[in-house]
């Protein structure tokens, strides 16, 4: 399993979609925090939902999800995917991408890289361990975030 990238701009400057549950019941989001790396002899993945979205409860509730990149062009339908609520709106209809099965989970046809992911960890980010500038610049108005590490099982590219 071999992943190129420069480390510091693969969320926020290329961002990604975190993509949870099976193709008949599943929901997305953009995420643009993130982070590549090793722990307990696994490559992982961290990535951070706020408590408040959709998507936070489908991370949840499977063992499993996917982090999907695409090319520059897609920019903007990400933007969308990352500013609604899978609640109000059918997000997927309107995106135009074509959800995939994803050994077990959903990636997207139109995808460059994607990576399938196992949930090893999560903790809830506790305000009182963050700088105060950073509370008020991040969570003011805001739900917190949850931070999940998870085992990068595979990365299919195209």
Known sequence: ???KTDIFSQFDKEW??????KKDDFNTMTVSWGGLGTLWGKNVVTVYVRTSRYTHEYVDNNDTF?????????????????????REMDKMHES??????????VGFAEATTTFVCKKLFKQGLE???IP????????K?????????????EIIKK
């Not at 695409?70 to 609520?85: A, C, M, N, Q, R």
């Open 1 to 3: 399993m071999e992943f």
């Open 16 to 21: 990604a979609l975190l993509t949870a549950g």
């Open 66 to 86: 996917t982090l999907t990149f695409f090319p520059e062009k897609y920019k903007s339908v990400l933007g969308v995917l990352g500013s609604k609520s899978g």
């Open 96 to 105: 135009g991408l074509t959800p995939i099965e994803v050994e077990g989970s």
């Open 127 to 129: 305000v009182e361990n």
């Open 132 to 139: 105060d500038d950073i509370v008020d610049q991040f969570y």
């Open 141 to 153: 108005t805001d739900a917190m975030h949850d931070m999940y590490i998870a085992e990068v099982c």
